[in-house]
């Protein structure tokens, strides 16, 4: 969408619908096996044009700095990629958690060099800005190429997939989760055996599982109760290392019963998945 000058583009969350961690490399990232699938709901960003090659973002994150910042690291790595010297101020309208497993910086970061990229009128395709992603986050490319997808490696060899796409009820249990601890805790499954996207399709969402959910249940005991609260209700899992947890329903009154049932001291939404990111639908229009 675009506004005199203004782009105004969606940074949709993401949900790992599966996840397998098949073994541990030298440098000590693990490799994965996982299903990334969109949500038509995440964080937004407003994208316009400055003439004095300026960079600047609002509001600022708490306890994030802004070397940090995804959104501005993908900005100037895009600038410095091309050559480019315009500048943009940006307005980032921040509704995922932060930490939560739903990708909400690396798909900040995806909006971002995407929405630039137009913005700008530098015309790099979607291989170019997931390179330049990929150096960013494990999980950015996915978001720019805008496709569920079978994701191995770290997450960074993709192949485009066509999931169901039923209502998500999406809970996060008000605990920070740190990604580190998961991977580096001695109980973390670190040995699936690696099988073929086929077999993992054909094996349906009953067969899907998180193999962080277990670790994740013993360094998090309120995330545990919230699983545990929504496996009662509906097929429930853990998204990424969390600490969101979901749960899938068929329809959309019954996500809303579910929500509407949601103990208070935890913050929750509803959203339908989606095979094509709301921000190449955006784009497009």
Request: hydrophobic fraction near 45%.
């Amino acid at each position: 969408m675009s506004d005199a000058g203004r782009l105004i583009l969606p940074a949709p969350a993401k949900l790992n619908r599966m996840l397998h961690i098949t073994g541990r490399r030298a440098d000590g990232y693990h490799e994965l096996q996982t299903l990334f699938q969109f949500l038509d709901h995440g964080d937004a960003l407003t994208l316009s044009p400055r003439d004095d090659g300026e960079l600047r973002l609002s509001p600022t994150l708490p306890g994030v700095i802004e070397a940090d910042n995804l959104v501005l690291r993908a900005a100037r790595t895009l600038r410095e990629a091309t050559g480019c010297r315009q500048g943009a101020d940006i307005l980032l309208d921040k509704r995922l958690p932060l930490g939560g497993g739903l990708g909400g910086g690396s798909s900040d970061a995806a909006t971002a060099l995407l929405g630039l990229n137009r913005l700008w009128d530098l015309d790099q395709s979607l291989d170019v800005l997931a390179e330049l992603g990929l150096a960013l986050g494990a999980d950015v490319p996915v978001f720019v190429h805008g496709r569920a997808a079978w994701a191995e490696g770290i997450g960074e060899r993709l192949t485009p997939v066509e999931l169901d796409t039923p209502w998500f009820v999406v809970v996060h249990p008000g605990v920070s989760v740190s990604t580190p601890a998961v991977f580096q805790a001695a109980e973390l499954t670190r040995d699936t055996p690696p099988i073929t996207m086929a077999r993992a399709l054909q094996g349906g969402t009953a067969s899907w599982r998180n193999d962080c959910e277990p670790t994740v249940r013993v360094l998090h005991p309120e995330v545990e109760i919230a699983l545990d609260w929504l496996s009662d209700r509906a097929p429930a899992m853990l998204t990424g290392t969390g600490a969101c947890v979901f749960a899938r329903l068929d329809h959309e009154a019954d996500a809303a019963a579910l929500l509407a049932d949601m103990p208070r001291r935890w913050t929750a939404f509803k959203a339908r998945g989606r095979n094509r990111s709301p921000l190449h639908d955006a784009l497009d229009r």
